[in-house]
């Protein structure tokens, strides 16, 4: 009997630390992410190596990343509200 309560309390205090409400930490790096490719981004189109390729490439991992981040100021902002 005492086991199966010591059980049931390690499980919910398992699922109580795994299943946090709001955005994860690691939302950072995704923002560090961002900046870095818009960087490449701009640096890259002024040079010799630009070219339509490499703009698709650098959009389609810019645009999720722009969609992270708008949404973590917006979750951000109705935090504080």
Known sequence: MITSMVSSAASSAAVSMTTSIGLPEYGVLAVVA?????????????????????????????FPLFLVFAGIVVFKVVEIV
């Open 34 to 62: 961002l900046i870095f490719l818009l960087s490449a981004k701009e640096i890259l189109s002024a040079s010799k190596y630009w070219n339509k390729s490499v703009s698709a490439s650098l959009d389609m991992s810019i």
